[in-house]
């Protein structure tokens, strides 16, 4: 991996970058383009850690591969600063304050008990709708805007409709990404300078190969071993290793990894998945309070813990793999035209979990729809903050609830 600091003073320098991202995840809102944003005030016009065109490409790389966009580009910015220990500091400063409040959502959601408590989850769970109309909005506009993209968007939707299942997701994208090499050529052309730290080959190597041990141990150890925790990380690790397009599309892969097999109830996944988006940094941080409520022992911290371990474990090691071999991978059009292809699935896999378990879960009448789309224009129009919508859309639940 990258060494530390030009002054060698490692320690400092990871106490640094802590201090710095720990400020970032408590007053980063609004999603994985504005967490951008405000890593490109603090790193590159602040404290010019990085120069400009070095932010672009690295960006750029993050948002080509699976796993948190922002949260990759916060890892690769604290490997750059101060080694892997300034990694795991990024990493922690900028996780740690919304995961803790959702490890409290967890206990706090699961104590409610009476008519407004019935109120404010299913608040939640019409804010959920709202955020997530949003984005397949959004990222129809940007992924799918041409005919070839829009048809592959469209045929991940009839994958899901027609074989609806936890493998529906996977196979969707798989598809997109297929199909991407034959319709979606075209795009501009990748930079051939280096788009993040130095990881050395060996060491990219290892952590591809850490990452499809993942992938293809976990699902048959969780199947023979009839453990829970097992079943818990390979879902949360399946979710995080097959995430394109932004922190929303964890929705239908977690979904199907938790509520279908029934390690989670769809309410109790839904309520979450609405209190998340009031929350500072890093939207799979979600996975705190799902491993809590999958988990409560102990007040759900082992859960919290193994299931944020888990989701964001082979983003991270698809990272270091990239910046090891990315410049020869990530400017080859085949490989850009693949990821075009299943940007664009994602897409269809994101629309068809608006439809269900989302609204199929959420809206049960004509009010029910009125605060659905009062959320989404708040988001959409109005340019509202999220916390903002939760809050509105929460009281609007209570508030019908006592009616």
Known sequence: MAGAGADGDGGREAAEVLGVFLRLGLVSFGGPIAHLGYFRTEFVLRRR????????????????????????????????????????????????????????????????????????LHGLKIVAVAVVAQAVWGMARSLAPDRPRAAIAFLAVAILAAAP?????????????????????????GRAARAGPAVAPRAGLICLGLFALGLLLLPLLARAGGWAPLAMADAFYRAGALVFGGGHVVLPLLQAGLV??????????????????????????????AGAVIAPEAGGLPGAALALAAIFLPGFLLLAGALAFGDLIGTRPAMQAAMRGANAAVVGVLGAALHDPLWTGAIAGAGDFALALGGFLLLTVWRAPPWLVVMLLAAGGMAAALV
Do not use: K, N
């Not at 299942?165 to 052309?189: E, F, H, K, T, Y």
């Not at 279908?260 to 309520?271: N, R, S, V």
């Open 49 to 120: 850690w990085i120069d400009e065109e070095g932010y672009a490409r690295l960006v750029a790389l993050c948002q080509l591969l699976p796993g948190p966009a922002s949260s990759q580009v916060g890892f690769a910015l604290g490997l750059m600063r101060a080694g892997l220990p300034g990694a795991l500091a990024a990493w922690a400063g900028f996780t740690l304050p919304s995961a803790l409040l959702m490890l409290l959502a967890a206990r706090g959601l699961t104590l409610l008990q009476g008519p407004l408590a019935a109120g404010l």
């Open 260 to 289: 279908g097999p029934g390690l989670m109830g769809e309410d109790a996944f839904l309520a979450g998945y609405g209190a998340a988006q009031a929350m500072p940094g890093p939207l799979f941080a979600f996975a705190a309070y």
């Open 165 to 189: 299942g936890p493998a529906a997701p996977v196979a969707a994208i798989a598809a997109g990404a297929v199909l991407g090499p034959w319709l979606c050529r075209g795009g501009a052309p």
